[in-house]
């Protein structure tokens, strides 16, 4: 169990470390200098160069790779180039508004896939069964920005049950705060659980064809009782995995839902970011944003092994 764990760990490090480079490297090589940009198109040459050497963008382009992955050792992602202030108190304010939307999307997601699929695969071959899975292929299909419009259109426009945007903030409360990111979380939660409801279904069906299921049949237990007792049980171990990647992505993917809502998250920085050629903000948040998932990944990785002892037992 040592030697996986260690084995794990060199994998996320490596993983980090080619991350960083292809970040890097991305961003670069994108059209347009922050420093031009920054000070407009009628700059003078030499104002633009005492810019470049103020950012630090004068140096070699290995070495401001280096300054950057030194400082993200230490906690120190740079000062944006735009607002002039460390890139880690601006990540720190719009966290308080992406963490609780990946968590309430996620949350939303799973109470909604787990009985959809559990209902699905107890009815399997039968018309609800069709229709749940038809329903599912649907919220897969639909684009969850478009969705997004839809409920805005919906909820804001026509019934004016929540604003079309904006967040109201923690400080007038959690009920606004919550109702403020309703919206954005249903249309986060809805992909997320149509793929979570179509993997508990195939667990589940899976489970339900095993030899100890067969027994506990034979023993007397219903179907109802069995499935309780015994088939949902095993069935949420793959079902977790997928909940611990689909928090990953909630929190890596919500730049458009972010932007469609005008919420003032990590999605949104990074648009602006982009659109303000502000690389330093870029590179650290999307390189956040990449240690979370992976992070995320190594967490349910080892504790897939933990709880499953057939897995366990293949790697020690």
Known sequence: MLEYFFRRVVTLF??????????????EIIPGDPASYMLGINAQEDTV???KKELG???????????WVKGMLIGDFGVSYTYRSPVIEMVGERLWVSLPLAIYALLLSTIIA???GIFAAANRGKILDFS???F????????????AMLLVYLFAIILRWFSAGGFAGWEDGIILGLKSLTLPAIALALPQASILARVMRSSLIDILSEDFMKTARAKGLSFKKALISH???NALIPVLTIIGLQFSFLMAGAIIIENVFFLPGLGRLIFQSIAQRDIIVVESVIMLLVFSVVLVTFIVDIAYVIVDPRLRSSIL
């Open 57 to 67: 963008l004068d140096k070699p382009k290995f070495e401001r790779y280096l300054i």
């Open 231 to 233: 088939g949902i049980r």
């Open 14 to 27: 490596f993983t980090l470390v080619f991350a960083s480079i292809i970040i890097f490297v991305s961003l």
């Open 114 to 116: 787990l009985p959809v």
């Open 132 to 134: 749940i899975m038809g």
């Open 49 to 51: 160069i005492a810019l």
């Open 136 to 147: 599912t292929q649907i919220g897969i299909a639909i684009p969850n920005f478009w969705f």
